[in-house]
């Protein structure tokens, strides 16, 4: 029994997390890279749309396009998330 596709997800996975930890204007730290069937599944956070960009255009090369979904947040976005957070919080406490 051989398990092909399972094992083209597994070098896909780790051709994407190579490519992007050698990119270096990329903090790949912060994005995690995983496999949802033939799909790369890209979370975690970037500094900016160019951050973006190059990790979605990187894992495109390797799994195509059509098979790349982005799930990153922007750090500003993440910072105003956690700004309105607090808001909410402070006035549910001020009632």
Same mark, same amino acid.
């Given at each position: 029994?051989?398990?092909?596709?399972?094992?083209?997800?597994?070098?896909?996975?780790?051709?994407?997390? =190579? @490519? $992007?930890? +050698?990119?270096? *204007?990329?903090?790949?730290?912060?994005?995690?890279?995983?496999?949802?069937?033939?799909?790369?599944?890209?979370?975690?956070?970037?500094?900016?749309?160019?951050?973006?960009?190059?990790?979605?255009?990187? =894992? @495109? $090369?390797? +799994?195509?396009? *059509?098979?790349?979904?982005?799930?990153?947040?922007?750090?500003?976005?993440?910072?105003?998330?956690?700004?309105?957070?607090?808001?909410?919080?402070?006035?549910?406490?001020?009632?």
């Amino acid at each position: 029994m051989t398990f092909e596709p399972e094992s083209l997800a597994y070098d896909q996975l780790e051709s994407v997390q =190579a @490519a $992007m930890s +050698a990119e270096l *204007e990329l903090e790949s730290s912060l994005i995690s890279v995983s496999m949802v069937g033939r799909r790369v599944l890209l979370e975690g956070y970037v500094a900016d749309y160019g951050d973006r960009e190059r990790a979605t255009a990187i =894992a @495109a $090369m390797i +799994a195509g396009p *059509e098979n790349v979904h982005d799930r990153l947040r922007d750090v500003e976005e993440m910072a105003l998330t956690s700004l309105v957070r607090e808001l909410s919080a402070s006035r549910l406490w001020a009632r």
